[in-house]
């Protein structure tokens, strides 16, 4: 047996510590002050247990193995206990950023056709409201308070499931082999629009076999996660999970001192937080001397974390502990992971020179090639289509954690999928790098954000990473104007709060003129606040900003 279960369908994960340690809090909901409810929690026993009741539940409401099934419910006990049902029954929950905003959940929707929708009140309304699923969704069941007509009580469903404790779900063991679609997750359209990639349990058992192996992830950690996916993976590798009070589509907006307690209180080795939270996290607890000493990590993730805010976390931790960012994507994750040490020991430099973000090197079982750069498909690539040493180009990987396909789009599975000459199938992971000759990936920015000049490409971490730790600047975001090839490249600067612009632009262009990658850069201009993606509040959204730039630049 695996050290989290049997491999199969990946709810024999929680049925190895439900057997291992079936009295430990597998899941807390604390006590906040100012907040009238007190604190819940359940073992790891009563969480499998609840999902098989759950799972008998829903059966008897009509759902089966192979539904896709939406679910819209914040993090929970009841929203832990409800997906691992689903995992349990053998439907396939289909997990959607409420952050994309209405007209993105519904266009998520459109592609996913589910026929059951688990929701909160909130969600239930805007499914009535504005006709999510009208053609396809068929049952849905309704957590917290009740609307009328929108769908059967999660007590409800507890109570039928308990009623059939005895009873053998629609098919033998677990429904689901190890290659079954598991789950289907929606990327955050960041960079594009969503899109829903099919997760089968044995991408679901790679991930926790590479995350609790590179991490050292296991049981007696107690986590707080502020970012729902990764929550899921806390019960599987036996962690204790202490679930933080916030609005998860606004991390960078997170109450600090609920944290801190959360953390203090409950005595957490681990927290998973994005750059902005982080960022936050910090602007608190550094002035007021806190630290955070029995974490023993911090992994942050969904955009490169600024050194400045990988030094300040640093002081919150004890020795030996470290803060940690893992690269990949909702397609494919992990595939390499660095430690706060390692950058701000040396790689820090390199970024400053121009070469990208070191990301790190690649996890075990995971292989990363570099490949010429293409927006065009490929079905297969050879050694003639890899880019020469040191050269940038496409990251493409291959490994266990790689997943397979878009649900209904075969248009940008062929975009994003090709198969290498070891005959694996790699994905195109849409972001441009290199890699050094000590192994370690440099990443340079995403593919579709390059600026095509006459003089040559330039790519956007590679040539904002030169300005970083520039007194007065906080980020910066390079964007193009113009055709490919001849564009006209334009840097936008944030700068540190209550600095002035007039007296930061002539250090900018200083700077600019000593790099030749930047000095081609004569425009820049000026945003108090960079729009940022809706899942981390970390990624810029250059898009944005480019078009911004058009309205402003002749």
Not at 28 to 36: A, C, F, T, W, Y
Not at 216 to 235: C, K, S
Request: hydrophobic fraction near 40%; aromatic fraction near 8%; glycine fraction near 12%.
């Amino acid at each position: 047996m695996s050290p989290v279960g049997r491999e199969g369908n990946i709810v024999a994960a929680l049925e190895n510590q439900a057997r291992t340690q079936p009295a430990f809090p597998a899941l807390v909901e604390p006590k906040i002050p100012g907040l009238r409810r007190t604190e819940r929690s359940v073992t790891f026993s009563e969480l499998f247990d609840h999902s098989t009741v759950l799972a008998k539940g829903l059966a008897q409401h009509g759902f089966a193995p192979g539904d896709r099934v939406a679910v819209f419910v914040p993090p929970s006990i009841e929203s832990f206990a409800l997906i691992f049902g689903l995992f349990r029954l053998g439907a396939t929950p289909v997990m959607i950023d409420p952050g994309l905003g209405i007209r993105g959940m519904g266009h998520c929707l459109e592609q996913a056709r589910p026929s059951g929708f688990l929701g909160i009140a909130k969600a239930q309304v805007a499914r009535l409201l504005f006709g999510w699923g009208k053609s396809t969704i068929q049952r849905s069941v309704q957590v917290g308070p009740s609307v009328p007509w929108a769908g059967v009580g999660y007590k409800e469903i507890f109570r039928a499931g308990a009623r059939e404790r005895n009873a053998d779900l629609p098919t033998a063991g677990y429904s689901g082999s190890h290659s079954s679609p598991a789950a289907i997750l929606f990327t955050s359209g960041s960079t594009g629009p969503a899109k829903g990639v099919v997760y089968s349990h044995s991408h679901f058992f790679s991930q926790l076999r590479l995350l609790g192996g590179h991490f050292q992830l296991g049981p007696g950690d107690i986590d707080i996660p502020t970012f729902p996916l990764f929550g899921l993976f806390g019960p599987a590798l036996g962690m204790r999970e202490v679930i933080p009070v916030m609005d998860f589509t606004r991390p960078a907006q997170v109450d600090p001192t609920m944290l801190t307690d959360l953390v203090k209180n409950h005595k957490a080795t681990s927290l998973f937080g994005s750059p902005a939270l982080l960022r936050r996290l910090c602007s608190f607890s550094v002035p007021r001397g806190l630290r955070l000493e029995t974490l023993g990590r911090i992994v942050s993730a969904g955009a490169p974390v600024p050194f400045d805010v990988v030094a300040r976390v640093k002081t919150l931790l004890s020795a030996g502990a470290d803060v940690h960012t893992p690269y990949g994507a909702t397609e494919a994750l992990p595939v390499a992971s660095i430690s706060g040490s390692e950058i701000l020991g040396g790689t820090r430099e390199g970024t400053e020179q121009g070469l990208g973000v070191c990301v790190g090197r690649p996890m075990s079982e995971m292989e990363v090639r570099i490949l010429k750069i293409s927006d065009e498909p490929m079905a297969t690539f050879g050694e003639k289509d890899l880019a020469w040493p040191r050269e940038v180009g496409e990251i493409a990987v291959a490994g266990p954690v790689v997943t397979r396909e878009y649900f209904g789009r075969p248009d940008l599975t062929a975009l994003h999928k090709t198969i290498g000459p070891d005959g694996r199938m790699y994905h195109r992971m849409g972001d441009l790098g290199h890699v050094d000759g000590r192994g370690r990936l440099w990443m340079c920015g995403r593919k579709s954000q390059r600026v095509e000049t006459a003089q040559g490409p330039l790519y956007t971490e590679s040539v904002e990473g030169i300005f970083t730790g520039l007194e007065g600047v906080r980020r910066t975001a390079l964007v193009g104007l113009g055709t490919s090839g001849a564009k006209k490249p334009v840097l936008w600067v944030e700068p540190e709060e209550n600095i002035p612009w007039e007296g930061l632009l002539p250090r900018i262009r200083n700077r600019a003129q000593g790099h030749p990658m930047s000095a081609r850069i004569t425009t820049f201009l000026y945003e108090p606040a960079f729009p940022v993606d809706i899942r981390h509040n970390s990624k810029i959204q250059r898009e944005v900003l480019a078009k911004r730039a058009g309205k402003l630049v002749s």
